[in-house]
């Protein structure tokens, strides 16, 4: 046995013993399931269209969401901009996902991120609140207060071990990572990966204190989502996180239950501050692959394409 397969055995062992029970199950029946479905889907369409397309391409909500499980959507909703700029997941992508998670029987849903700018400004010019309270009213929140977190250890931290994670989040079956594709002056993109930051309270130890990509593959132990679904509809390719940079537009959706291989689809498909990179260039998704956490190898992955 190879180091990295002992690594892939050593962690499936840590996930038995730390995971809740139901999100364990999640993820892993989507991985158990995965020679039925392509590795990746990217859909192209319309906000909502491509959408659902690409989750269903990858077996539809329901290979993801059980009847009477609980579930947590992460879109990107941190800044007061409206979606032509590319730095909040669109309103349309976030409501399908929605409507997706209900209509496949979820007890519960929570649309949640933890706001950079002033978040009433955010949930407003984002659309998102409107686009979830057209589906179900009050499930859409900012959770800013120290209150709605507990300290959690990660399963696997290199760097960091531990942080305050959304108790909604740790109470949560599944959870969905829907960021918008985006460049980042720190990360070098902001994808699935690197979204799950906005489920902690403390956000500014992961720049400061400890080495960034590391600790976002860290935090992604312990918050790993089930599906990732990239809105690359509009995508932001210069001076992300916030804005104002140069958006492109290729109306794309990307789906997969492996969000490594999802964040690695997005980085190769567009072009970063006009030149083209390769996944291994992006620090976090090399280390996640490299942990056996998923895998960046999308020259070696079934990707299904379609149109909606």
């Not at 962690?11 to 139901?22: R, S, T």
């Not at 902001?190 to 720049?207: F, V, W």
């Not at 999802?262 to 980085?267: W, Y």
Request: hydrophobic share 45%; net charge positive.
């Amino acid at each position: 046995m190879d180091r990295r397969t002992f690594l892939k055995w050593q962690m499936q062992g840590v996930l038995l013993a730390g995971v809740a029970p139901g999100l364990l199950c999640s993820a892993g029946d989507a991985l158990a399931a995965a020679p039925a479905f392509p590795d990746i889907a990217v859909a192209k369409g319309s906000p909502a269209t491509a959408t659902r397309a690409a989750v269903q391409a990858v077996g539809g909500m329901g290979r993801f969401v059980k009847p009477g499980q609980r579930v947590v959507i992460k879109p990107n909703m941190s800044f007061a901009n409206t979606p032509e700029s590319a730095t909040n997941t669109h309103p349309d992508v976030v409501r399908e996902v929605l409507a997706m998670v209900k209509e496949a029987g979820a007890a519960s849903v929570r649309v949640l991120d933890h706001s950079l700018q002033n978040p009433e400004q955010t949930l407003i010019r984002s659309g998102i609140r409107d686009a979830c309270n057209s589906i179900e009213e009050g499930i859409c929140h900012h959770l800013m207060d120290a209150k709605f977190y507990r300290d959690t250890q990660m399963l696997d931290g290199k760097e960091m071990k531990s942080n305050a994670v959304m108790t909604d989040v740790l109470a949560a079956d599944v959870i969905i990572a829907v960021p918008v594709a985006k460049h980042h002056g720190g990360a070098g993109v902001s994808l699935s990966l690197k979204g799950q930051m906005g489920l902690i309270y403390d956000r500014h130890s992961m720049h400061s204190r400890y080495d960034l990509q590391t600790s976002i593959v860290d935090l992604f132990t312990r918050l790993r989502p089930a599906l990732a679904v990239i809105d690359a509809t509009r995508v932001l390719t210069t001076r992300g996180p916030s804005g104002p940079g140069e958006v492109i537009t290729p109306g794309e959706v990307i789906a997969s239950a492996d969000p490594v291989a999802a964040d690695a689809m997005a980085v190769a498909s567009y072009q970063w501050y006009g030149k083209k990179l390769e996944p291994r260039q992006v620090g976090h998704i090399r280390i996640a692959h490299e942990r056996g956490l998923g895998r960046m190898d999308v020259e070696n992955l079934v990707v299904k394409r379609v149109s909606a």
